[in-house]
Each structure stands twice: as structure tokens, then as C-alpha cells.
């Protein structure tokens, strides 16, 4: 079960789930600043504010990489602690955190692998239209300009967007993420000025060029019909267009797929795509980044609607229900454990799409961890969920997939969005109260998978 010996065994984090310091050396307001201080919008009215106040134990978390022995660390870089209002100069202050990130990385032998937007919108630009506004894309380049400016000659790894779907039907169609709308047009003017803006910030880095390596970050799942009545198969058939070909097609296609414009006519007729934004999104990357989390088994229902689903996902007007498999375990979210899921979708990419190099930008789980009598965390569910979850990775190289490295969600338990602290996913654990950092059993674990390089026979 060897991996490649430059494999980039890592872990992965955000900045509003961890950074903390929300008012502080400049930093502007954020769209999940505004929801999570909404009354009702998040767990318990859990907030972002303090998080695991990684903004000023960055020492103490760049020794923790180093003790796990990490090769990659995947972050983001917040839009409004680099520019407050999401337009205009640089605020230094912002970009040298992330100059201090990158710098004890690299003396510490760890590559960094840089994610521009993970969500965190200026809350500037909502006030504006967010992201259903062209202009967002357009301010998005200038952003990513300017971070590329200051960080290009440190970071060969660079992420533009994190998971656009989340961004677009979880913010802007189903209302259960910042910034809370619920409307499928927004939410389909959402997922065009989202790939745009990949594109021009692309454009943009491209235009300095200096050999970096460039992608963006999709999360994709699997779908199968529950049974073999066509009216389910239909169902799966819709459930994938708008989880998974409304982003893969114009992004390796240079066009969004017939059959999820004709189901989304009466919302929108995306009059919005101007002419040659498809072929600007279907620019080549030099890598893509999957976050897999579950695979989805689809069967219909009578009628349309947005339905909360029973594995935790939702979509919005497509006549689909999630259900769990039989005798499948799931985890602290609900959500099931299908690790072949991830061969599957790897597979796929590499077949229906383009076989270009691959990351596993993010895959965890969330489990009850708890601080034992003796003071340890032994997440023996997290063990074998990530064991079984590396060995579907290397069925996927051994069908051929360069598979080029993998960031575990994630290294801090942290503030998980809409769940706000009740659920942990980190391979440390962390103590909110104190901002004591405890290792899990799955930390030491995953410090040996890296020293031998696999998981074992």
C-alpha cells in the first residue's frame, strides 16, 4: 500500500473555522461574521470570532504539523483580512499573517497549498450583490492578484474556490449557509459568477506567471438510484447534474449541461452568461482538487420542494430524497461511510473528464470524541475511517489516477459553519474553553501512515 514517494500526505483547515481575531489588524466583516451573529442562523449562536484562535497560536499550530510530520498543509487566506471591504490597496497587516503561515511552513519542510476563497466573503460585496453579481468575480481577481503578488514566490500550490456548490445552493439557494438567501436563480447566478470569478483570478495569476500550479476545489459525490425503478434513476440522474456536471462540464467542457438548464428553465434562463465566459472557465488547470465526503443514493419524490435530507444533505426543487443504505455505518453527521465512493468519483473524472493530476483536498469525518480520565482522545472511528479512505486513494492510482497527494479534514477541531463547535472532525483535539491542543489517537496514527509512506497490508 506504498504511495509515490513525493506523495503530499497533509491536512486541511480555513480560515473563519480557525483564525479567530475577527476585528482585529484591519480584518473587515465576512459574510459568516453577519450570519453567525444572526439570531437562529447557527448552532447554539455559536460564532467565528474566537474559533481556535489560530491567529495567535500560529507557532504553537505550525510545531503541531511538524509533530505529525505533515507534508502539505492546505489553508485559506480571508478576503476581508486582506481587503476589508473587498475592493482597494492591500491591507499589509492581513497578508503578513499569512506571510509568518507560509514562512514557518517552509522551515518546518511543509508545503503550502493555498485556497484564495473558502467562503468568507467581504460583506461589502453581498451588501452589493455577492455573488450574484459579475462584479464579485471581477473584484475576486483583483483579490487574487493581490495575494499572488505577495505570496507566489512562497507558494506553489493555489487553490482559487472551495467547493463552489456549497457556496451557491448551501448560501444562496437553501439559505443554511452565509449569506442565508433562498432562491434558485440566485443560486444559479451564484454558480456562474463563482466559476467566472475562478476564471479571471486564473487570468489574472496567469498574467505574472512564474511556474505555480493553479486549480480549483470541487466536493463531489457519487450518485446511485435506490432501486431500479426508473422514476428513482431519473432522480440520481438530477441529483448529479447540479451536484456534480453543473461544475465538472463547463469547467472541462466549456459548457453547463443541457439537461440542468432545461430543469432550472422557469428559475432562470442564465441570460447572465455573457459570450465567452464558458470558454474563460474552460481554461486548462493544471490540477484538481476533490473534497469527498459521501456518495448519495437517490430516490424520487412526489413533487418538487426543498427537503432536508436524512444524511444531512439538502437540494433545493429537484423531486430527490437522499436515503442511507442498508447496514451502512455513518457518522457524527449522519452522513454514510463509502469509502469506495471515492474510487469511484476519482475514476470518473479521470474517464468522463480529463486525467490531469489530482488532490484529495479534504476528507474526514466527524466523530464524539471526548477527553478521556487519562487525558487522551482515542478516535478509534476516525483510525478506520481515514484507513479505509487511503485505500480506496490507491485503488484510484492503481486505475491509473495521479493522485498526487492528500489533505485529511482537518487538523483542529474547529468551528464547523452552521453545526457551529458541536461537531469535530480535527486530528487535534481542541479545548475551547482553554485553547488546549490535545492530539488524537488518529494524529499519531496518521504520523506513522506518513513516516512508512501507506497504510500497511
Not at 476581508?80 to 499573517?97: M, W
Not at 451502512?328 to 479521470?350: F, H, N, S, Y
Request: hydrophobic share 40%; glycine share 10%; proline share 5%.
Amino acid at each position: 500500500m506504498d504511495f509515490s514517494e513525493g506523495f503530499l500526505w497533509g491536512a486541511a483547515t480555513a480560515a473563519y473555522q480557525i483564525e479567530g481575531a475577527a476585528k482585529e489588524d484591519g480584518r473587515g466583516p465576512s459574510i459568516w461574521d453577519t450570519f453567525s451573529h444572526t439570531p437562529g442562523r447557527v448552532y447554539r449562536g455559536d460564532t467565528g470570532d474566537i474559533a481556535c484562535d489560530h491567529y495567535h497560536r500560529l507557532e504553537e499550530d505550525l510545531d503541531l504539523m511538524a509533530e505529525i510530520g505533515l507534508r502539505a498543509y492546505r489553508f485559506s487566506v480571508a478576503w476581508p483580512r486582506v481587503q476589508p471591504e473587498g475592493s482597494g490597496p492591500a491591507n499589509q497587516k492581513g497578508l503578513d499573517f499569512y506571510r509568518r503561515l507560509v514562512a514557518g511552513l517552509r522551515e518546518r519542510s511543509i508545503e503550502p497549498m493555498l485556497t484564495l476563497y473558502h467562503w468568507d466573503l467581504p460583506q461589502a460585496l453581498e451588501d452589493r450583490g455577492g455573488w450574484t453579481s459579475r462584479q464579485t468575480s471581477e473584484r475576486f481577481a483583483e483579490y487574487a492578484a493581490l495575494v499572488y503578488e505577495a505570496l507566489s514566490d512562497s507558494v506553489s500550490y493555489w487553490i482559487t474556490l472551495n467547493e463552489p456548490w456549497v457556496s451557491a445552493w448551501m448560501g444562496y439557494g437553501l439559505g443554511v449557509h452565509a449569506p442565508g438567501r433562498r432562491s434558485t436563480a440566485d443560486a444559479l447566478a451564484a454558480t456562474h459568477h463563482l466559476l467566472l470569478g475562478h476564471a479571471l483570478a486564473l487570468e489574472a495569476m496567469r498574467s505574472s506567471d512564474n511556474g505555480n500550479r493553479l486549480g480549483i476545489t470541487l466536493n463531489l459525490s457519487p450518485v446511485r438510484a435506490a432501486s431500479s425503478e426508473p422514476a428513482d434513476a431519473e432522480a440520481a440522474r438530477r441529483v448529479d447534474g447540479n451536484a456534480n456536471r453543473l461544475y465538472l462540464d463547463p469547467l472541462f467542457r466549456g459548457s453547463y449541461p443541457q439537461d440542468v438548464l432545461e430543469h432550472y428553465r422557469a428559475a432562470s434562463d442564465l441570460s447572465l452568461v455573457q459570450e465567452g465566459d464558458l470558454q474563460r472557465i474552460a481554461a486548462p488547470i493544471d490540477f484538481l482538487g476533490v473534497n469527498y465526503y459521501i456518495r448519495h443514493t437517490v430516490r424520487a419524490t412526489v413533487g418538487g420542494g426543498t427537503r432536508e435530507l436524512p444524511t444531512g444533505m439538502r437540494f433545493a426543487d429537484l423531486g430527490a430524497e437522499t436515503v442511507l443504505p442498508e447496514g451502512v455505518q455513518t457518522t457524527a453527521m449522519g452522513w454514510p461511510v463509502e469509502p469506495d465512493g471515492l474510487t469511484e468519483i476519482l475514476v470518473r473524472v479521470k474517464k468522463e473528464y480529463r486525467d490531469l493530476p489530482v488532490f484529495v483536498t479534504e476528507n474526514g469525518c466527524a466523530v464524539y470524541d471526548y477527553v478521556d480520565p487519562e487525558g487522551d482522545v482515542d478516535d478509534v472511528e476516525r483510525v478506520s475511517y481515514l484507513e479505509e479512505h487511503f485505500r480506496a486513494a490507491q485503488a484510484a492510482i492503481e486505475r491509473g489516477v495521479d493522485l498526487r497527494g492528500y489533505m485529511v479534514w482537518s487538523l483542529l477541531d474547529n468551528f464547523e459553519w452552521a453545526e457551529g463547535y458541536s461537531k469535530r472532525f480535527g486530528l487535534v483535539f481542541v479545548d475551547y474553553g482553554t485553547q488546549r491542543r490535545i492530539p488524537k489517537a488518529s494524529a499519531r496514527w496518521y504520523a506513522e501512515v506518513i513516516r512508512r509512506g501507506g497504510v500497511g497490508t
